[in-house]
C-alpha cells in the first residue's frame, strides 16, 4: 500500500475484521473473482443484475440464545471493561438471486462483492484521506424514516447520543495516533439510507486531522493501525474486542472489515456493513448488530438486530 502510494498507482484492497484475510489489486481494471464499486467508481461496468433480489429469514437467532449473548456482554460492561460494546449476530436467509445480482441491483456508495462467498452494500465510510486531510465518519443510531417526528425522536434519543459521544471519542482518538490537529468538523448529522424495507435515517459525524508533511501516502502506515473500525467494536477498543470475541458465537468474518480504493489522488474506504456472507455450511447468513451500553435493554437490541437484515435499494 506505501509503495502504490507513493507511485500514485491506483489500486484496490479489501481485509476483514480479524486482519486474516485481505487482497490487493493493482489493476484495477481487472475482474476476476472481485467486483467493486466506491461512489460510482469500479469494475463492473454497465452490467445489470439477471433478477431482483429478496430476502427471507430462514434461521434467526432465539431470544434465549441472543440473551445469553447480551448478557455476557453486559457482564463485561458492568465489569467496567467496555462502557460500548457493538454485539453482532448472523442470520440464516435465502435469497431470490445470486450474490452478483445483489451487488449489481444495489445503489450503496460502497459495494464488494468475493466470488460467490461475500457481498457488501455499505452507506458506512471510514476513512478518506486526500492530499494531507484525514477524514472518518463514525456511524451510529438509526432510525425508521417513516415514523412521524423520526430526526427529531433519532437526535433527542439519550441512549443513542451516547452511543455516538463514545465513538466520535473513540474515532477521534485514533485518528490522533496517525494525524495533528484531530477536531470533529460536524457532529451527529442526519442521513437517509433507502431499503427494500423503506428509508431509514443514521446518525453521522465527520472528525478531520492533518497528516505530518511526507507521510500522506503512505497508506499502509496510516491506516492499518486505525483497524478494526471503532463504530463497530466499541470503547474502549483493546478490552472491547476481547469481550466481543467471548460473546459472539459466528465470526465476522469479511462482515465489518474494511475495503478501500486509491484512485491515484483520493484514498476512499468503507466499513463493510449490510453484508451477506456464505457460512462454512455452505447456506448464507446476514450479519447484523448494534452498540450495547449498561443501559440497553436485551428485548430491544434483539429486535433492532432482527430489524436490520435488509437489503439497500
Known amino acids: 500500500m506505501n509503495g502504490c502510494g507513493r507511485r500514485r498507482q491506483p489500486f484496490v484492497w479489501g481485509i476483514d475484521y480479524a486482519g486474516v484475510n485481505c487482497f490487493f489489486i493493482d489493476d484495477i481494471s481487472e475482474r476476476g473473482d472481485v467486483l467493486w464499486s466506491v461512489r460510482g467508481n469500479g469494475n463492473a461496468g454497465d452490467a445489470m443484475p439477471s433478477a431482483v433480489p429478496s430476502l427471507t429469514v430462514t434461521g434467526a437467532l432465539s431470544r434465549e440464545e441472543y440473551s445469553r449473548m447480551f448478557a455476557a456482554v453486559r457482564e463485561g460492561l458492568m465489569r467496567g471493561d467496555s462502557f460500548l460494546a457493538n454485539l453482532t449476530v448472523a442470520t440464516g436467509v435465502e435469497c431470490t438471486a445470486t450474490l452478483r445480482d445483489v451487488f449489481l441491483h444495489s445503489q450503496a456508495p460502497y459495494r464488494l462483492l468475493i466470488g ?42 439519550v441512549k443513542e447520543t451516547c452511543e455516538h ?26 442521513e437517509r439510507i433507502a ?3 423503506g428509508d431509514i435515517l443514521q446518525t453521522s459525524s465527520e472528525i478531520c486531522g492533518t497528516i505530518p508533511a511526507g507521510r500522506e501516502l503512505d497508506f499502509g502506515d ?30 465476522r468474518g469479511w462482515y465489518t472489515g474494511v475495503f478501500g480504493y486509491f484512485d491515484g489522488r483520493v484514498m476512499d ?6 453484508c451477506l456472507q ?5 447456506r448464507l447468513y446476514f450479519h447484523s448488530g448494534g452498540g450495547i451500553t449498561a443501559k440497553s435493554v436485551c428485548c430491544d437490541e434483539y429486535e433492532e438486530m432482527l430489524a436490520k437484515v435488509y437489503l439497500t435499494k
Open 222 to 251: 496510516l491506516l492499518l493501525p486505525l483497524l478494526p473500525a471503532g463504530s463497530i467494536t466499541g470503547a474502549p477498543k483493546p478490552a472491547t474486542v476481547s469481550l466481543i470475541q467471548r460473546a459472539e458465537k459466528v465470526a
Open 278 to 282: 456464505r457460512g462454512a455450511d455452505g
Open 195 to 197: 431499503t427494500a424495507k
Open 269 to 274: 474506504t468503507a466499513v463493510m456493513i449490510r
Open 165 to 190: 459521544f463514545t465513538i466520535v471519542d473513540l474515532m477521534r482518538n485514533d485518528l490522533g495516533s496517525v494525524a495533528e490537529g484531530v477536531k470533529v468538523e460536524r457532529f451527529r448529522y442526519v
Open 116 to 157: 460467490n462467498d461475500f457481498v457488501c452494500f455499505s452507506p458506512e465510510p471510514f476513512v478518506r484521506i486526500d492530499g494531507r486531510k484525514i477524514s472518518t465518519f463514525p456511524m451510529k443510531g438509526t432510525a425508521d424514516a417513516s415514523v412521524a417526528g423520526a430526526e427529531r425522536r433519532l437526535l433527542d434519543d
